[in-house]
Every structure is written in structure tokens, then in C-alpha cells.
């Protein structure tokens, strides 16, 4: 016992005392790194899984990538919006398992815990196959390794978020800048060169293998709707912030619509104008970067941030998942030993569960990020939706100040996301979101 105690100070550093929870909270420019970074890094796989399902129809159709993504740019507005609307109301913290379960009944609150306990591990999964994808785009010699490196990548996010809220803030701050930084300098070098009529794009004729009809532009939607994945877990981890925890996670919340807005719609358009494509085993930023750059030193710089952000994006789910653990294990539907914190006043069990989860879907789909995309994204919109329509009745229940403004801005949420909602549902169902369609529920 003396000896696992001592290997465990050693790993996960001192025990800290209760009292000090206060000073493990986050600032805004932490908690931007912290809890944004899935949102953030999913530039860096959503355009591509568009033009993924678009050029099943043939490489002519690659136009319809940018009116798919304006409309996507759209509905983040929206979400983003409605969420503001959910952490002034829930200052404690308003996740959508809460919002659903004070004003939509308990079963509706199971439902979105459900959801998103499956998007959480979803998204670990997703984030570490991207972002080892990442990786063996820039050294093809690893991709033999792909599931091997994955799971190293999964212990050792594991051990940083076993040692604390606080040390991990400090671990991300430096990828998520740096990827940020990098994406918006290719963005400006892009431009500039379209500016100074440096492009000259030669698109490969590939032949349609399915016809362009509805049906497939919905799915191509769909694809890139996995953009919108991490938008809701600030709203899910208000407490995290320092005081006044509310107004700062709505702050943090704006800056990363702008952000994620500007960045997803610069991929987009970067890639319509240099008419590029992912190829097999690279990924679309990878090509991009070479289109751009060249393959020097600021290639390499992109590929690395992009390789860190996607692994450490994983921390939103190491955030939220435990928390949302604590919530549904202290109300009686999970194991009790779920709600109790660690030595280092995180929820160690809940981070553990959340690692074994994720390290057996890796292991299930290969570290393959497009096979597991199918999947993603049917939970995160089921929790928006509850989350939104739960808004609307808290509104009138309450009717404070302002009120019709919030159930109108909720309202809107709703109704969008159930739509987008249906639309993935019914173009992902027999590609393997059954799965999760089937689980949520039971």
C-alpha cells in the first residue's frame, strides 16, 4: 500500500487539500485552451469530411463545399447565441442534462446525459485518430503504428488530467495558441496569394460513383456539422472559470464563435479556391499546407499544432465527462464512486472510465478517423436539442427581465438544431449512427 501511494505522488503529483479547488480555476484564456479546443480543432477534419461524401458525386461537385459551410457558419451563430442564453440562466453551470431534467422531466434529462457520456468518448476517440492522422500525413513511415500511437496518446492525456485541472490549462495553452496562430497565418499567406494571382489550381477529374441529388448534399452537410462538436461544453463547465464564473464563460464562449467561425470558413474557402482534396492517407490541412507553404519549416509547425490540438482536444471530454459523471452519480443513476474526487481534486474514476471507453473504440475502428465520423455528432445535436427546448420552458416559467428575447433566441436554437438533428440522423443512420440512435435511448 506504502509503495502504491508513494508511485502514485510520484506520477500524479501531491494530494491537495479541498480548500484549495478555488485556485484551480481557469482564466478566460485558459479556459478558451481547456474547454474550446475540441471545437477549435475540428477545422482541421470537418471541411475535409465534406468534400469526403461530395466527391462521391465527382470532383465537379466540390463547389457546393462553400454554401454547405455558410450554412454551418449559420447555425454555430445559433448555437453559440442560444448558449449565452443557457449559462446567464445557469450560472452554476447548465449542462444539458440539467436543463432537461428540471424542465423536460427526468427521462429527457437521461437522454442528454446520455447523449453526451457517448459524444464525450466519441470525441476522444475522433480528436486522437485526426490527430495521429496529422502525424503520419507528415511522416508516412508511422502509419503502420496508427493504433499503437493512439493509445499512447490516450495514457498520456489520461496522466495529465489525473494531476489536475490547473497543470492540464498549462499544457494546453501553448498547442491551442500555436494551432490557432498557424491556421490563421496559412489563411492570410492563401489569401494573399489568390490576391497576388499566385494560384493556379488544377483539379483532378475524378468520376461520380453516386448522382449529386439531395440526399447526398445532406450528408455532406452532416459530415461537416461535426464542426459544431465541443461548441456546448463551456456552457457544461462554468464552474471551471474563475469568479464571476458566468460572465466569463460567456465571454470565453463569443470569442470562440468568432474564432471557430473565421477559421472553418478560411479551410473552406482555402480549399474551393486551390481546388485540393484529401488524399488516401493525408489529410486535406496536410495538402493544403504543401499547396500553400511548401513542405519547410512552417508546413511541419502546422502539422505538429494540429497533431497537439487534436490529441489535447480530447481534454474537452476529460473535463466534462467526469463532471457530468459527478451529476448523474450524486442524483442516483451511476455508481456512487463516480462522484467522488481524487487526490487531486479531479474525478479520477470518471477519467479512467472515459479512457478505457475511448481506447476500446480505438482499437475497435483501427484509429480510422472517417470511419468513426458516422458516429459522431448524432449524440452532441440530441443534447443541443433537449438543451434548447428545455431553455424555451424554463423562459416561461420564469419570466424576468428580457425574457421573450431568450425564449425566442432558445426557441430558434431549438428548432435549428432539431432539424440538423434529422437530417444526420437520416443520412448517417446505415453508415453506423444506428449504433448510437439505439444505445442513447436503452
Known amino acids: 500500500m506504502y509503495t502504491y501511494s508513494r508511485l502514485k505522488r510520484v506520477l500524479l503529483g501531491e494530494t491537495l487539500p479541498t480548500s484549495a479547488s478555488v485556485h484551480e480555476r481557469l482564466s478566460n484564456a485558459t479556459g478558451l485552451a481547456v474547454l474550446a479546443s475540441d471545437a477549435l480543432s475540428s477545422v482541421a477534419y470537418a471541411t475535409q469530411e465534406t468534400l469526403l461524401v461530395l466527391l462521391l458525386a465527382g470532383s465537379s461537385s466540390l463547389s457546393l463545399s462553400l454554401p454547405i459551410s455558410g450554412v454551418i457558419i449559420l447555425l454555430l451563430a445559433i448555437v453559440a ?12 453551470g447548465g449542462g444539458a442534462y440539467i436543463v432537461a431534467r428540471e424542465n423536460l422531466g427526468t427521462y429527457s434529462g437521461l437522454i442528454a446525459a446520455a447523449s453526451l457520456m457517448i459524444d464525450y468518448i466519441l470525441t476522444v476517440t475522433v480528436s486522437i485518430s485526426a490527430g495521429v492522422a496529422a502525424l503520419t500525413s507528415a511522416v508516412p513511415s508511422l502509419l503502420p503504428y496508427t493504433v499503437e500511437l493512439c493509445l499512447v496518446f490516450i495514457v498520456l492525456i489520461m496522466f495529465a488530467n489525473l494531476r489536475g485541472l490547473r497543470e492540464s490549462g498549462k499544457i494546453f495553452m501553448v498547442p491551442t495558441y500555436a494551432f490557432i496562430v498557424g491556421i490563421f497565418i496559412l489563411i492570410g499567406c492563401g489569401l494573399f496569394q489568390q490576391a497576388t494571382g499566385q494560384v493556379l489550381p488544377t483539379l483532378e477529374n475524378i468520376p461520380a460513383k453516386e448522382p449529386l441529388g439531395l440526399f447526398l448534399i445532406a450528408r455532406a452537410f452532416a459530415a461537416g456539422c461535426t464542426a459544431l462538436t465541443g461548441v456546448e461544453a463551456i456552457s457544461d463547465g462554468v464552474l471551471a472559470f474563475k469568479p464571476p464564473e458566468w460572465k466569463n464563460a460567456r465571454l470565453t464562449l463569443t470569442y470562440l464563435g468568432v474564432i471557430l467561425g473565421v477559421m472553418f470558413l478560411g479551410i473552406s474557402y482555402l480549399a ?7 488524399r488516401e492517407n493525408e489529410t486535406l490541412l496536410s495538402v493544403l499546407g504543401k499547396q500553400i507553404v511548401g513542405d519547410g519549416i512552417f508546413y511541419y509547425y502546422l502539422q505538429i499544432a494540429t497533431l497537439l490540438i487534436l490529441l489535447l482536444a480530447a481534454n474537452t471530454s476529460y473535463a466534462d465527462f467526469p463532471r457530468l459523471c459527478y451529476f448523474l ?3 442516483g443513476f451511476l455508481p456512487r464512486q463516480l462522484s467522488l474526487l481524487g487526490d487531486r481534486l479531479v474525478y479520477s474514476n470518471g477519467i479512467n472510465l472515459l479512457s478505457f471507453c475511448a481506447a476500446l473504440l480505438i482499437i475497435i475502428f483501427r484509429g480510422d478517423t472517417t470511419a468513426v465520423i458516422p458516429l459522431y455528432a448524432v449524440g452532441v445535436f440530441t443534447s443541443f436539442t433537449l438543451s434548447q427546448s428545455g431553455m424555451v420552458i424554463h423562459w416561461f416559467k420564469e419570466r424576468g427581465k428580457g425574457w421573450q428575447a431568450s425564449a425566442v433566441m432558445n426557441g430558434i436554437g431549438a428548432v435549428a438544431t432539431t432539424g440538423v438533428l434529422g437530417v444526420i440522423v437520416a443520412t448517417k443512420f446505415l453508415l453506423g449512427a444506428w449504433v448510437v440512435v439505439v444505445t442513447i435511448p436503452s
Open 329 to 331: 452519480a450524486r442524483d
Open 81 to 92: 447565441l442560444s448558449y449565452r442564453q443557457t449559462i446567464k440562466a445557469y450560472p452554476n
Open 272 to 278: 474551393h479556391i486551390y481546388q485540393v482534396i484529401p
